[in-house]
């Protein structure tokens, strides 16, 4: 297989971005993936588009969207194909594109991903995100996923004593990464006193599906990301102005469609081994990850990710984020970017932003503050469905 | 004398209200937002600080800052009868602004809730903070209250779970048009206020005294590259 590296990374501000259209956002990502790889002008040597978005066509009313982003684009005749995988939509897109290209089938392959969540309302979006869950056993019951989040948490505290506070620690870190990153959804740090500890938390930090509150839970967010794609043993490497920054490991693994078919419904097997494929591919372990950016749509999501890719032992992860460990400047950094409680989470583009945050913090270009020192390896998971089709990625500085 | 006689006649017959309270709430990002009843010789800031929102059309706050710009000159003008204002600060700097009427003794009409700082859940501290008054302090029994945008009826209809009494137009209507009434009842109130409704009083007098002179916004995340 070819060594398989990204050379361009763009990315919109995430927030509300509902006044344009879903193949405008793509194309301003795309864009400014292709200005950084100094290739936007030769956009047509391209051999391949892979597009990720969820579910267009329930929040948008449109379909098609990869014609549409390479139209925007004027980038005839460039073949383009959709990618949907749930929110690991994303993800999925950079795999098939890392497919096309170590395959030989593609040197050059253009990953975009995007979400328009904001055109409807928070609650109504949610009912549309609930429509991956089992037709009848789940989404007919009414189940949503802050639902399968809360319960999930609770069992969690069950089992091995999370407290909500823990949970808000996690908000506290994450928020204070996301302050610093310019395309993060809501750039404002919280204090643990203002959401856990003080007289007013219950309100300021209100639940949302118990016991998961606010600061527990990931905003609804519109925007969209983009990674261009080299085949590194191709002389057409030599065309880009920045230097690759390789896929060292990419993988995916299912699950039941159903939680409750699941054995232990705390194990999150496709995680474990997603990361575990991801390992092999990468000739790694755990311990060789410098910093990781991992789905924490539900806090609880970060903490049990962490542990099935063997950052942490099963039920010990909230322990080291009490002792700062996965703070910027800890043992193990998570979710530099301020992860999807802070950065935002546009259902289909999170994936390739999860990328893009490990490209920018492999090449040493985040903020002042948030830097990882001198990373090698960053590992990204990006989960979609309840735990039921996930992604796993590691990138290298060569 | 001409004209201040015929300035009283214009003038709607007022009942004293109790004061509000002031009060201290820590919001998430750990700033402390003081909640207290505007003056009206604090007009001038109020208006000011609604004023650039009446074009921004975005969330419905042109509607928003119409009508609220208009009920704060109607209370300065002695125009609107037993109507107060509610204002918080962060730092002396108005972050949200809520409009009411007493109407009766049992009766409040919810006017306005106008967030400037936003994600940090100003307007629904400001808006329970506005309910708490009409009901644990005023007394009343029930407020009427409209909502122009969603996230006003995704806040107040939705969370509180508001009685619809649309059905009941013309003889049940709220004074702001013809859109549907709903109504927060007492037991309604008494249901959701230990989660909706916080504070802390007294306020410190250092925390007061950043809320004594109102300082408009220099910047709105509403309106990006905005100057005054």
Redesign the interface.
């Known amino acids: 297989m070819a060594k398989v590296g990204v050379v361009g990374i763009g990315h919109t501000k995430f927030g509300n971005l509902s006044e344009f259209d879903l193949g405008d956002i793509m194309a301003y990502a795309a864009t400014d993936a292709l200005e950084d790889a100094g290739f936007l002008e030769k956009r047509k040597e391209i051999d391949q588009v892979i597009v990720g978005n969820m579910a267009s066509g329930l929040f948008c009313h449109q379909s098609a969207v990869a014609s549409s982003v390479i139209s925007k684009m004027d980038m005839e005749p460039v073949p383009a194909e959709l990618v949907e995988n749930g929110p690991a939509s994303g993800a999925s897109a950079i795999k098939i594109g890392y497919m096309a290209v170590a395959s030989g089938m593609a040197d050059i392959v253009l990953v975009i991903a995007g979400e328009v969540m904001r055109k409807v309302t928070g609650w109504t979006g949610t009912e549309y995100v609930a429509t991956m869950l089992h037709p009848q056993a789940e989404y007919d019951m009414g189940l949503t996923l802050p639902g399968f989040g809360g319960m999930f948490t609770r069992m969690y505290m069950e089992k091995y004593g999370l407290t909500e506070r823990d949970l808000a620690l996690l908000a506290v870190k994450n928020h204070a990464n996301g302050a610093k990153n310019k395309y993060a959804h809501i750039q404002a740090e919280c204090t643990i006193e203002a959401i856990a500890d003080g007289p007013e938390a219950n309100v300021v930090n209100t639940y949302v599906a118990e016991p998961l509150r606010m600061y527990s839970t990931c905003p609804v967010s519109d925007g969209a990301a983009a990674l261009l794609l080299v085949n590194m043993d191709s002389p057409k490497a030599k065309l880009f102005s920045k230097k690759p920054i390789r896929i060292a490991g990419i993988a995916s693994a299912t699950d039941t469609h159903c939680v409750h078919n699941r054995k232990d419904p705390l194990k999150l097997d496709a995680v474990r081994i997603a990361g575990e494929k991801a390992y092999a591919m990468a000739g790694l372990t755990p311990k060789d990850i410098s910093f990781a950016e991992l789905h924490d749509a539900f806090s609880i999501l970060e903490l049990a990710i962490s542990e099935e890719v063997g950052f942490f032992e099963r039920g010990k992860s909230f322990l080291a984020v009490r002792k700062g460990e996965t703070e910027i400047d800890g043992r193990l950094p998570i979710n530099t970017s301020g992860g999807l409680k802070s950065k935002g989470h546009p259902v289909g583009a999170t994936g390739v932003s999860q990328a893009v945050e490990l490209v920018r913090q492999l090449r040493g270009e985040a903020e002042e503050g948030r830097q990882v020192r001198d990373p090698k390896y960053g590992m990204a998971v990006n989960f979609g469905g309840f735990g039921n089709n996930v992604v796993a990625m590691i990138f290298a500085k060569e | 004398m001409a004209m201040d006689a015929m300035e009283q006649k214009l003038r709607p017959p007022e009942i004293p209200l109790k004061p509000y309270p002031p009060k201290v ?6 700033e402390k937002m003081v909640v207290r009843e505007a003056k009206r010789e604090e007009a001038g800031a109020l208006l000011g600080t609604i004023y650039p929102l009446l074009g921004v059309p ?1 969330d419905f706050y042109d509607i928003v800052a119409a009508r609220m710009y208009s009920e704060i000159l109607g209370w300065f003008r002695y125009r609107v009868a037993n109507e107060f204002v509610l204002v918080g600060t962060i730092n002396g700097v108005i972050a949200g602004i809520v409009t009411s009427r007493h109407v009766t003794p049992k009766l409040g009409m919810s006017l306005h809730t106008m967030t400037i700082k936003r ?3 100003v307007g629904a ?1 400001l808006f ?1 903070a506005k309910m708490e008054h009409h009901l644990d302090i005023l007394g009343e029994e029930e407020v009427y209250i409209v909502a122009e945008s ?1 996230n006003g009826f ?1 806040r107040w209809m ?1 969370e509180y779970e508001l009685e619809d009494r649309s059905s009941q137009f013309p003889e049940v209507r709220h004074e702001l048009g013809g859109v549907p009434t709903y109504v927060l009842t007492r037991p309604l109130w008494e249901a959701v206020r ?7 009083r007294p306020v410190l007098d250092a925390d007061l005294k950043t809320s004594a002179k109102l300082i408009m916004p220099s910047e709105y995340p509403q309106i990006p590259g905005f100057k005054r």
């Open positions: 709430i820590t919001l998430a990002s750990g975005a994600g940090l859940r501290q329970a969603p995704k939705i230990d989660v909706k409704c916080t504070g802390t």
